[in-house]
């Protein structure tokens, strides 16, 4: 990856992006010329993005709840590559139990990750691009704030958090030429919750009928809603929480 990239090519940097969502993002960002620095755990999964993206993807293996790291990460990326125009911070972990058995531990791990990770790193970018005068963020949030969903209590409380961390950011560093924004994904099509749904008729079946649009979505579809939020296209859009999810959010 060429670490000296011209002043019209845009940075971005994507949390959980060697699979699911995150991958769908990264691969729209490289086929759009972003260069693109993708922060995961799993190093097979990291190495098999790096090979199928090539030259404009670049992978760093390091875990976000590590919260005293993550100014040194940023710094270096920063340093690395001359400039972060665009962060996704779309890296996340579920838990499903029922209420009375999510331990505090259960919870503030989920927390941990979801939103302390979130802020964190968005705190150390935002310098960055305070010094630019210019940047985008984008949060991913869930369905799972939009409604009431069983058995996920701690990833339902982070993203929620994370909608209302939105707003404020959005506020907060709008004067810096920084907009903040978020996508909702709704049920989308992916191994994971193909298998699920799958295997579960009377769920598959009730998701569907309440959504409008009767299908599952596509990653790509919340790629691309990513994708709306990091360029000039959306230039004077901020704050805003937008569902992609064939308008599950409101069906009956």
């Given at each position: 990856?060429?670490?000296?990239p011209?002043?019209e090519?845009k940075?971005?940097?994507v949390?959980g992006?060697?699979?699911?969502?995150?991958?769908?993002i990264?691969?729209?960002?490289?086929q759009?010329?972003?260069?693109?620095v993708?922060?995961?755990?799993?190093?097979?999964?990291?190495?098999a993005?790096?090979?199928?993206f090539?030259a404009?993807?670049?992978?760093i293996?390091?875990?976000?709840s590590n919260?005293?790291g993550?100014?040194e990460?940023?710094e270096?990326i920063?340093r690395e590559y001359?400039?972060i125009?665009?962060?996704v911070?779309?890296a996340?972990?579920?838990m499903?139990k029922?209420?009375t058995?999510?331990?505090?531990?259960?919870?503030q791990?989920i927390l941990l990750?979801?939103?302390?990770a979130v802020?964190?790193?968005s705190?150390e970018?935002?310098?960055?691009?305070?010094a630019?005068?210019?940047?985008?963020?984008?949060?991913?949030?869930?369905?799972a704030?939009q409604?009431?969903?069983?058995?996920?209590?701690?990833y339902?409380?982070?993203?929620?958090?994370?909608?209302?961390?939105?707003r404020a950011?959005?506020v907060d560093?709008?004067p810096?030429?920084i907009?903040v924004?978020?996508v909702?994904?709704?049920f989308?099509a992916?191994?994971?919750?193909?298998k699920?749904l799958d295997?579960?008729p009377e769920?598959?079946n009730?998701v569907?009928?309440?959504t409008?649009m009767?299908k599952?979505?596509?990653?790509?579809?919340?790629?691309e809603?990513?994708y709306?939020?990091s360029?000039?296209?959306?230039?004077y859009v901020?704050?805003?929480?937008?569902p992609?999810d064939g308008?599950?959010?409101?069906?009956?």
């Amino acid at each position: 990856m060429d670490k000296n990239p011209t002043a019209e090519q845009k940075v971005a940097i994507v949390t959980g992006g060697a699979s699911g969502l995150g991958y769908a993002i990264v691969e729209k960002f490289v086929q759009s010329g972003i260069r693109t620095v993708v922060i995961g755990r799993n190093e097979e999964k990291m190495n098999a993005a790096r090979e199928a993206f090539g030259a404009l993807c670049a992978t760093i293996s390091f875990d976000l709840s590590n919260l005293q790291g993550i100014p040194e990460l940023v710094e270096s990326i920063a340093r690395e590559y001359g400039r972060i125009d665009i962060l996704v911070n779309n890296a996340g972990i579920n838990m499903k139990k029922p209420f009375t058995e999510v331990s505090d531990d259960d919870f503030q791990k989920i927390l941990l990750t979801n939103v302390n990770a979130v802020f964190a790193l968005s705190r150390e970018v935002v310098k960055v691009m305070q010094a630019q005068q210019k940047g985008s963020i984008v949060n991913i949030s869930s369905m799972a704030s939009q409604y009431g969903i069983p058995k996920v209590i701690a990833y339902t409380a982070s993203k929620s958090a994370i909608e209302g961390m939105t707003r404020a950011m959005a506020v907060d560093l709008s004067p810096g030429g920084i907009r903040v924004n978020c996508v909702a994904p709704g049920f989308i099509a992916t191994d994971m919750s193909a298998k699920a749904l799958d295997n579960d008729p009377e769920r598959k079946n009730k998701v569907l009928s309440r959504t409008p649009m009767g299908k599952l979505g596509t990653p790509a579809d919340v790629a691309e809603a990513v994708y709306f939020f990091s360029t000039d296209a959306s230039k004077y859009v901020t704050g805003t929480v937008l569902p992609v999810d064939g308008g599950n959010s409101i069906g009956f």
